[in-house]
């Protein structure tokens, strides 16, 4: 494939994979949590299935990666991208460790769950009768979604200075973030223009890759991808080529 044909930009969001609290649904921001060895085997499926040459995310097509400094995030990019894509990445200086992708500082509410925030807040009626929601509400002694916001916002700018010169694939110039599932759904919230508090449900798989690009080759029209449709790899079509 040609530089000609890479196409729009697009940003491949990869969530890190199973901890011990995300099996019991505890907020996890910044305590550092290792994966475990189902979250090792979620990445390393994620990782076979679409990293490598002719696959969805091609190392040699990216143009950055940006990481979470968090323990579970850095084993995660370390066992998706295998070791010679890793070198190549880190040789090209293309390789990013930022606070703007750590998980949103949860604070007093670190290693709770939803019912047990919930119900302390309601202790100290702090909420009235509509029950807390992180989007809206933020946490005690952590973020605001405004401070979330912000960081993203950042971080998005940075991308799409990136990527704006070549919206119709001039040059390959895809981006990987490795992070967290709050923190990744409100990138997405952002990428796609919404406040935090717009409902947006959205749910994505420990392990998991989600897909954001543009519209119309427009670096001002971003939008997530629904499906993809992923051509056969150059040795497959060849022998579907023979069969007919």
Sequence with gaps: MSDKDAGTPRLFLARHGETEWTINGRYTGVTELPLTPNGERQVLGSGRALVGSNKLINPSRLAAVYISPRQRAQQTYDLLFPGPAKTALAAADKVHTTSRLAEWDYGAYEGLLTKEIRA??????????????????????????????????????????????????????????????????AFAKRWLGYSMETPLSMMMAPGGVGVLSYQHHSVDEPAFLLGLALPLAEEAAEVEEVKN
Aim: glycine fraction near 10%; charge should be negative.
């Design 120 to 185: 302390r807040r309601a202790t100290r009626g702090l909420d009235g009768e509509r029950p807390w929601d992180i989007w809206r509400d933020g946490c005690e002694d952590g973020e605001s979604p405004a401070e979330v916001t912000a960081r993203l916002d950042d971080l998005i700018r940075e991308i799409r200075d990136m990527q704006r010169p070549y919206m119709h694939g001039e040059k390959p110039v895809d981006v990987v973030l490795v992070a967290h599932g709050h923190l990744l759904r």
